[in-house]
Every structure is written in structure tokens, then in C-alpha cells.
């Protein structure tokens, strides 16, 4: 099993299950090989607007999520300068430095993301990142 970490942007498309996007984005969930870990970041950069638009579909979606995880890497003292370290090395913004500390601290093998292989995100090293968005 791979330990993966989805980045609230495949979450986002999933859920909304829209486009060609939404099918990748789908598909990523459907991997039998794939054992999802997550972060209390990435449920901070999901839920809260879901909840407040009343998106109820949306909500039950990153809800089943978040309940199947093996994983949720709370937030710490420590990550958040590991996430600082990140950022430095890969010009990552803070978010996605969050992700990628959170990613690496729960041992997780593969990143996948919404951003394009020209993004910092790829720069990151010790982790394999891979991109759903077709370039």
C-alpha cells in the first residue's frame, strides 16, 4: 500500500466531481493500492467554505474522507518549521509547505496535486509528486 497524500486540490475536484478534472480527481480515490494520510491543514484549506456555503454534498465528501484516513498529522511547533525549512529549500508557499512538512512527517510516499509540474511543488525533494492536471 502506498501511503498518499492528496492536496485540497484534487480533494476540491473530487468533490465537485466536475469536468475532465473531476474524473481524475475521482479516480485517484479509486486506487486500491492507496492508503490516504492527510493533515489538519488540508481540512482547514476544504471545509470551512464548504460548511458556510452550506455545500452539504461537498461537506459529506471531505467528511467520509477525513473519517477513512489512516493519518490526520495534526498541526505542531515542530511541523510548522519543518514547513518553514521547506519553503526555503523549494520556494514553496506557506500552504503547500504546510502540505509537503505534513506529507513527509506521516511517511507518506507520493504527493498528488492539482498544480502544474512547473511549480514549486516539484522542486520538493524525498517524496514523489505528481500532478492530475493534464499540461
Known amino acids: 500500500m502506498r501511503r498518499t497524500f492528496v492536496d485540497a486540490g ?19 480515490f479509486d486506487a486500491s493500492d492507496r492508503l490516504f494520510v492527510s493533515s ?4 482547514l484549506e476544504v471545509l470551512p467554505k464548504a460548511v458556510y456555503f452550506r455545500r452539504a ?44 512538512a505534513a506529507a513527509k512527517s506521516c511517511g507518506a510516499e507520493e504527493f498528488i496535486t492539482t498544480e502544474r509540474p512547473t511549480k514549486p511543488l516539484f522542486r520538493v525533494t524525498g517524496i514523489v509528486v505528481t500532478s492530475i492536471v493534464v499540461p
Request: charged share 15%; proline share 1%; with cysteine.
Open 40 to 43: 489538519a491543514f488540508v481540512r
Open 57 to 100: 454534498a461537498e461537506v459529506a465528501f471531505y467528511e467520509d474522507f477525513f473519517a477513512a484516513v489512516e493519518q490526520v498529522v495534526p498541526w505542531s511547533t515542530a511541523l510548522i518549521q519543518q514547513a518553514y525549512t521547506e519553503a526555503c529549500e523549494a520556494g514553496l508557499s506557506g500552504f503547500d509547505a504546510l502540505h509537503m
Open 10 to 28: 484534487v480533494l476540491i475536484a473530487a468533490a465537485r466531481a466536475t469536468g475532465a478534472l473531476g474524473v481524475r480527481a475521482l479516480a485517484v
